[in-house]
């Protein structure tokens, strides 16, 4: 099938201003929010409903072209890089609640659907969809869904994974299937599950059927201000330990609230080293108790000030600035390369400490924003120069030393952005031959052909994206 | 899982998406680097912020696309083409985008560069237009009376009325947009008004282009307001059309030549230049930036920017000297963009709305672009129409009577949407409620 012949095909399916052939029109797909790679698709389609996408991955797969799915392009590893080229399948049109069940608390939603919208359109029935990553005004639960995504609030409500309950997906033949559906426990092999974070290498989700929880009758919303990181990682162990689960416990540094200040008017304090936002929620009764108990443990381990958010307006402001946190790296350095990693949560002091002193040796700044409570991390090291240069070689050592820090103490090296390109070539750190081997095994029963987001997750022995050392070792080969 | 071969590189255009993209005839002159490129990380918060996004979900009708865009053509990787321009040009320069951005990234100065290398907007013969219009009628005041005379014979006389009749559809649209031209232009007595009661301060007012011709009320409204709290009023005859329209369509030149024009006819002495356009605010507060490159003006242009105000903005912060009375209406409040995003002033007209004692009822996204944005609802009437038909739903939905929109652009937009939904809902500046309440 010639270029011309494809597209013909594919207008006939989603219409003519819905696939995207132009070189300006093109180059706009070829990164999302990993900006140390990119790649240019072939075409790019976005259709509007599960019948158009199942269409297109027919005649993709007629073409032979790799297909890449993607929704608003936030993803922090690479997952959405047309790497292999081919045709990226854009969900941001399909963004409609489909279905929504006020008593059985469960919503059908399109893929494109923006999470924060999912949640404004929940708010007048007292309920709201938990995960709440720091992308959530911007990224899709489609998105979401193939990242397994976090946020502040999965401390208590879990991650992506723990609030979906059913997927229509089309398969890498162009079939549509559900996996899951309504209940909380479908009969049968649990493929949502299978599904979940599985970064568009299975299927393209089509529709998602999430699980909704009821807005709490009370909420109280802290800001333990402290002197030094490790102290506030000592205070989120302890309050762990001492058996409490707060909705979320983040941490921010110095430098990402100064940073955050820049923009917004949010109040965190412009001269402290740390602070730990904590929320607590519960009964109208429970919740002064338990907060009460945080913020005793909070002081015992040396918190400067404690802020409590006294009115709706301040506790949401708190939250703005810590959702703000990654974009206002860009007032820090020219590039940053945000981390995501995790630790133990008894650990987290020790690995902190260790990230810091990585951060020293290789000579670049490390900032810190993260899900304190459940121990993953996002250490984020800011510099000036490019990926191209030969200077970029210090940032990943930098970040190879932070990912071997955490699993030494007992961790992992991705908490909750995937593995996409950014991390592939690391997967041999946590796991064995063998346990790649069954995954990969998992990978050909869905794609025989390896034609869905080719080359994501599993190591491909090429360079992380732009490793000098690695480029500059292919040009001496090459010459 | 080797990926099958990519299909070759195109030798057939495909066809057409969108004609109105396609338009444009390619530029030549090469896109210069932008510094303020390089703050963008690419996290995409913007997006669903963005107007034109949210209507398309197109990644290159985005802040962070567009910003892509330019990028790829300042490093040489992208030619600068019809289609890259229509991207540039669809969107509205509403700044949303710099509201939602956490790294401050400065959109709307990178989009003003951007169009400044690209040109005026669409096929040849509009693009001879718009130019025309921006470097012959906006800087001349004589012009724009003799063509607004011209707009009122036709108005008066029965001849739009007619082509409403006769024209096609657009085109009958496009006249249905056109504002009623005030009857008498906008001529203050003197140069300087003194302050009615103590003077508190001395302050410069832009009289604008479209609020001279089409709200000549609402410029005599303003001024009452001031001088009744105790504002000695400067408004100098040399002044000029602020240049607003000429940086948003490509012609910085021209819009520089204003600026030096202005700066040079406003006095020095004041405390604050006012203006009640928020889009001129905007405009005249980045003079500095404008002329950042003309050593003779560069300082004048930076002291100049850091007096103006928003008549709002001004206002709220002086404080209402007199004790209004109460206005017992319900309103809502349309945010113009350059005021919320530009300049970041949402509080101060609603602490005057509250002031007055009027009743404010919150639209949902008061701070999205109408769709007015300046000529694009002349130059892109399909966005605008639908971002229009948005706007008057949620104005629908509060139940107010009166929508305050204290920008001209906002005001005739609306109203033409108010008339064109069969919406009943009154259209007015915060000036002129001020003005009716007696502060």
């Given at each position: 099938m010639d270029r011309f012949e494809l597209i013909r095909r594919l207008q006939a399916i989603v219409g003519q201003a819905y696939v995207l052939y132009r070189p300006d029109d093109l180059t706009v797909y070829e990164q999302d929010a990993l900006m140390v790679a990119r790649h240019t698709p072939d075409l790019v389609v976005l259709p509007e409903g599960t019948a158009q996408v199942s269409d297109v991955v027919k005649v993709a797969r007629q073409a032979r072209l790799p297909i890449t799915a993607r929704g608003a392009g936030t993803g922090l590893s690479g997952g959405a890089i047309p790497e292999a080229g081919g045709v990226v399948v854009a969900l941001t049109r399909m963004t409609r609640l489909l279905e929504l069940d006020v008593a059985s608390r469960i919503a059908l939603v399109e893929p494109g659907m923006v999470n924060a919208d999912l949640t404004a359109m929940l708010a007048p029935h007292g309920l709201f969809y938990a995960p709440d990553p720091g992308s959530q005004v911007a990224s899709t639960i489609g998105g979401n869904v193939a990242n397994n995504s976090g946020g502040p609030h999965c401390l208590a409500y879990g991650v992506t994974g723990n609030n979906v309950l059913g997927l229509e997906v089309v398969l890498a033949d162009g079939t549509v299937t559900w996996m899951g559906g309504r209940a909380h426990d479908a009969p049968g092999y649990d493929l949502t599950g299978v599904m979940v974070g599985s970064e568009g290498t299975f299927g393209i989700v089509t529709t998602v059927a999430v699980r909704l929880m009821p807005r709490r009758e009370a909420v109280r919303t802290l800001l333990a201000v402290y002197e030094t990181v490790d102290a506030?990682?000592?205070?989120?162990?302890?309050?762990?330990?001492?058996?409490?689960?707060?909705?979320?416990?983040?941490?921010?540094?110095?430098?990402?609230?100064?940073?955050?200040?820049?923009?917004?008017?949010?109040?965190?304090?412009?001269?402290?080293?740390?602070?730990?936002?904590?929320?607590?929620?519960?009964?109208?009764?429970?919740?002064?108790?338990?907060?009460?108990?945080?913020?005793?443990?909070?002081?015992?381990?040396?918190?400067?000030?404690?802020?409590?958010?006294?009115?709706?307006?301040?506790?949401?402001?708190?939250?703005?600035g810590r959702k703000h946190a990654y974009g206002a790296m860009g007032r820090v350095g020219r590039r940053t390369m945000m981390l995501d990693v995790c630790a133990p949560r008894s650990r987290l002091a020790e690995v902190m400490r260790k990230v810091l002193e990585a951060g020293q040796r290789w000579n670049i700044g490390v900032a810190n924003f993260f899900h304190a409570g459940d121990g993953n991390m996002h250490p984020t090291p800011f510099f000036d120069f490019d990926d191209t240069s030969p200077e970029y070689a210090r940032v990943i050592g930098l970040t190879e030393d932070i990912m071997r820090a955490c699993i030494e103490a007992g961790g992992t090296i991705t908490g909750e952005h995937g593995i996409g390109l950014e991390k592939r070539e690391y997967l041999g750190w946590m796991f064995n031959e063998r346990d790649i081997a069954a995954m990969k095994t998992v990978k050909q029963v869905f794609d025989p052909d390896g034609v869905l987001n080719p080359d994501k997750v599993f190591p491909t022995g090429r360079p992380v994206h732009g490793d000098p050392r690695a480029k500059a070792a292919a040009a001496a080969g090459q010459a | 899982m080797t990926p099958s071969p990519a299909v070759e590189t195109p030798r057939v255009e495909g066809p057409r998406v969108e004609a109105s993209r396609a338009a444009a005839a390619p530029r030549a002159r090469p896109m210069p680097f932008i510094p303020e490129v390089e703050t963008c990380i690419h996290c995409g918060l913007c997006l669903n912020q963005c107007p034109t996004y949210r209507v398309t979900h197109l990644e290159a009708e985005s802040p962070r696309g567009r910003i892509y865009l330019v990028k790829a053509a300042?490093?040489?990787?992208?030619?600068?083409?019809?289609?890259?321009?229509?991207?540039?040009?669809?969107?509205?320069?509403?700044?949303?985008?710099?509201?939602?951005?956490?790294?401050?990234?400065?959109?709307?100065?990178?989009?003003?560069?951007?169009?400044?290398?690209?040109?005026?907007?669409?096929?040849?013969?509009?693009?001879?237009?718009?130019?025309?219009?921006?470097?012959?009628?906006?800087?001349?005041?004589?012009?724009?009376?003799?063509?607004?005379?011209?707009?009122?014979?036709?108005?008066?006389?029965?001849?739009?009325?007619?082509?409403?009749?006769?024209?096609?559809?657009?085109?009958?649209?496009?006249?249905?947009?056109?504002?009623?031209?005030?009857?008498?232009?906008?001529?203050?007595?003197?140069?300087?008004?003194?302050?009615?009661?103590?003077?508190?301060?001395?302050?410069?007012?832009?009289?604008?282009?479209?609020?001279?011709?089409?709200?000549?009320?609402?410029?005599?409204?303003?001024?009452?307001?001031?001088?009744?709290?105790?504002?000695?009023?400067?408004?100098?005859?040399?002044?000029?059309?602020?240049?607003a329209l000429n940086v948003h369509n490509g012609e910085a030149d021209s819009a520089r030549a204003m600026a030096r024009r202005n700066i040079d006819a406003f006095p020095d002495d004041v405390d604050a230049v006012v203006v009640n356009a928020a889009g001129c605010g905007a405009a005249m507060k980045e003079y500095g930036h404008l002329l950042k490159d003309d050593p003779a003006y560069r300082e004048r242009a930076g002291r100049f920017a850091a007096k103006v105000r928003d008549a709002g903005e001004f206002l709220a912060g002086l404080g209402l000297r007199t004790a209004p009375q109460p206005v017992s209406l319900t309103v809502t409040y349309q945010d113009p963009c350059h005021l919320a995003h530009g300049q970041r002033v949402r509080a101060e007209p609603r602490a005057l709305l509250a002031a007055i004692g009027v009743r404010l009822v919150e639209m949902a996204g008061s701070d999205r672009c109408c769709g007015s944005a300046g000529i694009y609802n002349v130059l892109q009437p399909e966005m605008s129409e639908t971002l229009l038909r948005e706007k008057m739903d949620a104005i629908c939905a509060t139940g107010a009577g009166t929508v305050v929109a204290p920008n001209p652009g906002c005001m005739m937009q609306l109203r033409y949407g108010a008339q064109r939904f069969g919406i009943p809902v009154r259209v007015m500046h915060l000036m002129d409620l001020l003005d009716q309440a007696g502060a």
């Open positions: 506030a990682c000592e205070a989120t162990s302890a309050v762990i330990a001492a058996g409490m689960v707060p909705e979320a416990m983040e941490i921010l540094d110095g430098i990402v609230m100064r940073a955050v200040n820049k923009t917004l008017h949010v109040g965190f304090p412009e001269d402290a080293e740390a602070a730990l936002l904590i929320e607590v929620e519960g009964l109208a009764e429970s919740v002064p108790v338990l907060i009460e108990r945080v913020e005793a443990i909070c002081r015992a381990h040396g918190a400067r000030r404690i802020q409590t958010a006294a009115t709706a307006e301040e506790r949401l402001n708190l939250w703005k | 300042s490093q040489g990787e992208l030619d600068v083409t019809a289609s890259v321009a229509g991207h540039l040009y669809l969107c509205l320069m509403c700044r949303a985008c710099e509201t939602a951005c956490p790294s401050g990234v400065q959109y709307g100065r990178i989009a003003e560069a951007a169009r400044e290398v690209l040109g005026p907007p669409g096929p040849p013969l509009q693009r001879w237009m718009v130019r025309t219009t921006l470097r012959h009628l906006m800087p001349s005041p004589r012009r724009l009376r003799l063509a607004a005379g011209l707009i009122r014979l036709a108005q008066r006389s029965g001849l739009v009325a007619l082509a409403r009749r006769v024209f096609p559809g657009r085109l009958r649209d496009r006249l249905a947009m056109m504002p009623e031209v005030s009857p008498r232009f906008y001529a203050p007595e003197a140069e300087v008004l003194p302050a009615i009661g103590a003077r508190r301060t001395r302050v410069a007012f832009l009289s604008g282009c479209a609020m001279s011709l089409f709200f000549t009320d609402i410029n005599e409204a303003t001024v009452r307001v001031l001088r009744r709290n105790g504002c000695e009023v400067a408004i100098p005859r040399g002044q000029i059309c602020c240049g």
